[in-house]
């Protein structure tokens, strides 16, 4: 067989990438039972279950701040579609999980958009969908990353002080005052009857 017809045959398959995150991550080994970098190839029926019970989930987190079982996420195809879609549950009756700035309380389900924000804990979690055409198998693909995905999607970020049309910030924080005694700009009409 060369290799151009095996090509033709192989399924395409539905990828969720999982980029992690942890404050601690370079001084702890929290994702060393991870198959970091690679892609772990699953079964659409079996649940992708995350939590530090290495005999009840098949990804372990190495952090006793984690939930025994803290989350599976479930394929599922809709009715007439051949994608594969996921949805994510909360496992933990402690840890709060947080899926795109909704709060998942103990066993509560919701469905994962195509790129999406999970916390719990500490740990920061993006989660995105590469779609294949595969509708009995999937992979996982985890990888670290250096900077909280929060960040980099600008959520939780403090805002920066409002700028007037002059480019001179709107207050001076020295003195909690205006930075001139009077308005540079004004849009009220004053109309003397």
Sequence with gaps: MNVNSKLETEELLTCLHVH?????QASRP??????????YRMDAED???????????IFVLNDTSVSRKQLS?????KAGSTLLRFVIQNMSQKV???VGGSELRY????????????????????VWQEPGDSEHKFEVLFETCNTPPSQELGIDVPCNPPV???????????????????PLESDETIVLV
């Design 107 to 126: 066993l509560e389900r919701a469905e994962l958009n195509d790129k999406v924000l999970l916390r719990f804990g500490r740990y920061e979690l993006l």
């Design 164 to 182: 007037m049309d002059t480019g001179s910030p709107w207050r001076s924080f020295e003195n909690r005052g205006p930075a001139s005694p009077e």
């Design 30 to 39: 929290l994702f060393q039972n991870l198959p970091l970098n690679q892609p």
């Design 47 to 57: 649940p992708l279950r995350l939590g530090r019970d290495g005999e009840t989930c």
């Design 96 to 98: 709060k999980l947080v």
């Design 20 to 24: 992690l995150y942890h404050p601690n």
């Design 73 to 77: 996420i479930q394929a599922y195809r």
